[in-house]
């Protein structure tokens, strides 16, 4: 793996390519400050805890980043791919990504574009499969509906076995991480649970999500759930076109300030006739 890294660095000029490491998440939270990203450190330390990644470097400067969360050999996203403003246009994005391909191995992979980032990923082989949709706003004082439980340590694994029916991976570690840090609810029926919603700290609030469940009723309540939990805090949703949760969104006041273009490589689907759907993703980087 250093090999390559020293490989690709010859392209770079004097850039070198190096294994992300916790002593670069101070540069990391710059880079995506300068870039308009709300990532606190602890966000980033969540993402490195999940992730494998590289950093780019040119005279002790991080100039650049790149993350790859393996879920197991199912699948890998690449995300937290940033490169410094001055840098681009000079390759750095293409050598970030080459790396990012070569730690990911032969999974099939997902990433969420920016408008900017999708030349380089459809030349890298991604093709477009849906529109991620970024909610937001202070969260306003609702009823809280009922049928929404805790969890018990027992359900852990009941989460994660439903995660992977709606992702179509196996996300243990994440969820196990959501665990630590934040909390979970569940709709519980005949003592099976059928949906579960996350919450958690994150950017400049709380971010609701992953949720995964049958139905749009259920995800909207599990969701309605932790926005009462939060009347007055600022809270995120990262929802995509395909759940059709957007306009019950913006009627809750979490309003669409953006997204992404979802995309996988090669093209994954999904089974037509899974019992569970994700209404929610953990966040854009993360799926």
């Known amino acids: 793996m250093l090999q390559e890294f020293k490989d690709l660095s ?22 995506s400050r300068e870039a308009g990203w709300p990532h606190r450190l602890e966000d980033w330390q969540m993402a490195l805890a999940l992730s494998e990644g590289v950093v780019a470097i040119e005279a002790g400067r991080v100039l650049g980043t790149t993350l790859v969360t393996a879920y197991g050999n199912d699948c890998a996203t690449i995300n937290m791919v940033i490169v410094d403003e001055a840098m681009r246009g000079r390759g750095l994005g293409r050598g970030l990504m080459d790396a990012a391909l070569r730690i990911a191995g032969d999974r ?10 999708l030349p380089l990923y459809e030349k890298l082989g991604f093709r477009e499969t849906g529109t991620v949709l970024q909610h937001q706003g202070i969260a306003r004082e609702l009823a809280a509906p009922a049928g929404i439980d805790p969890v018990t340590t027992e359900d852990t694994a009941a989460i994660t076995a439903l995660d992977g029916v709606a992702f179509g991976a196996d996300r243990r570690d994440l969820i196990a991480y959501i665990a630590k840090v934040g909390e979970f609810a569940v709709i519980r029926r005949n003592d099976r649970i059928d949906g579960f919603a996350a919450l958690r700290a994150f950017g400049r609030g709380n971010v609701i999500g992953p949720v995964v469940a049958a139905n749009a009723d259920d995800a909207k309540a599990l969701i309605t759930h932790f926005i009462a939990r939060r009347a007055g805090q600022f809270v995120r949703v990262d929802t995509t076109a395909e759940t059709g949760l957007s306009p019950w969104l913006s009627d809750q006041g979490l309003i669409h300030v953006g997204g992404g273009i979802a995309m996988d490589r090669p093209a994954l689907g999904r089974a037509a006739d899974r019992a569970a759907f994700t209404f929610a993703l953990a966040n854009q980087a993360l799926g």
């Not at 010859?10 to 002593?23: D, H, K, T």
């Not at 099939?108 to 980032?117: E, H, I, Q, S, Y």
């Open 108 to 117: 099939p992979l997902r990433l969420v574009a920016t408008a900017d980032g």
């Open 10 to 31: 010859m392209q770079l000029s004097q850039i070198e390519l190096a294994p992300f490491g916790s002593e670069h998440l101070e540069s990391a939270v710059r880079l």
